[in-house]
């Protein structure tokens, strides 16, 4: 390992890829404190960390990127060598609705971070770290041939992956001017426990569950590259301490799937896995209105990371999608508590009396 760090700063932490990140941490770093700075927005909720909220060297702060005191109070409190910056409003659907929150949030938060960074760094960049998670869905979208590579050229096409590509850019400015010591990746569509159920997969495994219809956007035919998140969470964790300042890497697994058949694979699963009759839930497919500019096809080449870092995928995704499943069966109160607003009162109830906000 190039680099072992003492404070990590992640943000975002109680969302679906940051928990399972701050989980590996913990797991692989036991010299290293993590503050978690999340503002629990609809997608954050500390049920996601319920099983190390009580571990010494992890502590949550409620608060806002946004936020230029808060995040400064925290650089000198904390002394942060590394920070690992995931908080984000996530989802293509609602930034087509809401496109604002997105560009708040994705870009001046980015900015915010940057800005602090740069501040509390500044004189002393030697072992530090600034690590960006972004997406593949910067590059655009692919006909029916060809993978993003690091060089593939930015195309982003929905209010979110723009918000995305702008805050990339101001990392890698950041890193240019200033110096700041910056890595970003940019990875495939993740799946796995914890993913708020606006998401393809979990979504669907609720409404399979319930017996709801399945809204597939146009003809299903849209491809996606997917990835087990806890393989993310991995990559993640060997570019912040090998990966090259300035350097961008790419993410993936080469699992290519239309959205229908990954639909129908899960019916089989969820079905099987429910004691139905195969092929029981076919009938709730329903075919909707297409998301407006909805990308046709996503794919990552990801031989960078595989021959510099030494990464590669650990499970297939057939192990993983019969484990995600599984899990969301197992955690049906999770999936039914996320929805329902409880996680709030869940966090009312934990951090009310401790005078924190
Ligand atoms: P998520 O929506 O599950 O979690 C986002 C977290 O950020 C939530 O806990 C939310 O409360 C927090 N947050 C939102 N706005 C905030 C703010 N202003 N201040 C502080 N915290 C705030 O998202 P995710 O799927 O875990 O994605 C995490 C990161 O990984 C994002 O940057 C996303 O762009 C990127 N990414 C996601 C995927 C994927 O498939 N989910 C793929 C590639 C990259
Ligand atoms: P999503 O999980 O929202 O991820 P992204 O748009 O960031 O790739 O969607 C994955 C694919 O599934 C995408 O092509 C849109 C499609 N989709 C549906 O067909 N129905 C749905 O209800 C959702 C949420 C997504």
């Excluded at 909720?45 to 808060?70: M, P, S, T």
């Excluded at 002393?124 to 997406?135: E, P, Q, R, V």
């Excluded at 429910?274 to 407006?292: C, F, N, Q, W």
Aim: charge should be negative; proline fraction near 3%; hydrophobic fraction near 35%.
């Amino acid at each position: 390992m190039k680099r072992n760090f003492r404070s990590i700063l992640v943000t975002g932490g109680a969302g679906f890829i940051g928990s399972h990140v701050i989980r590996s941490l913990l797991k692989n770093h036991a010299e290293a404190k993590i503050v978690n700075l999340d503002l629990l927005t609809y997608a954050g909720n500390l049920e996601n960390l319920r099983d190390i909220e009580g571990n010494a060297h992890y502590e949550f702060v409620k608060g806002d990127i946004q936020d230029r005191a808060l995040i400064q109070s925290l650089f000198n409190e904390h002394a942060f060598d590394a920070v690992v910056h995931l908080a984000a409003e996530s989802h293509v659907d609602r930034s087509i609705v809401n496109p604002m929150a997105f560009l708040e949030t994705n870009i001046l938060g980015t900015a915010t971070l940057l800005h602090a960074a740069k501040n509390a760094w500044e004189g002393n960049m030697d072992a530090k770290c600034f690590y960006h998670i972004s997406t593949d869905e910067v590059y655009g979208s692919l006909g029916a041939e060809g993978l993003f590579t690091e060089d593939t050229p930015y195309d982003p096409r929905s209010p979110y992956s723009s918000s995305k590509a702008s805050s990339d850019h101001l990392v890698r400015a950041w890193h240019h001017t200033y110096g700041l010591p910056v890595v970003i990746s940019n990875c495939s569509n993740n799946y796995g426990s914890f993913q708020f159920p606006e998401k393809l997969i979990p979504l669907m495994i609720r409404n399979i569950r319930d017996q709801r219809p399945l809204p597939v956007y146009g003809e299903g035919v849209n491809v996606r590259d997917w990835l087990w998140v806890e393989d993310h969470a991995n990559a993640i964790d060997v570019i912040l301490h090998n990966g090259n300042f300035g350097r961008t890497y790419n993410i993936g697994g080469l699992n290519e799937w239309r959205n229908i058949d990954l639909v129908h694979e899960l019916i089989r699963l969820v079905d099987g896995a429910m004691g139905r009759p195969e092929g029981t839930s076919k009938s709730l497919i329903e075919y909707v209105k297409d998301r407006a500019g909805h990308d046709m096809r996503y794919a990552i080449d990801a031989s960078r990371i595989e021959e510099e870092l030494g990464w590669k995928p650990s499970i297939t995704f057939e192990k993983g999608l019969a484990a995600t499943v599984a899990w969301y069966l197992e955690n049906s109160d999770w999936l039914d508590s996320v929805t329902s607003g409880q996680y709030q009162q869940y966090y009312q109830k934990m951090y009310s009396n401790r005078g924190e906000e």
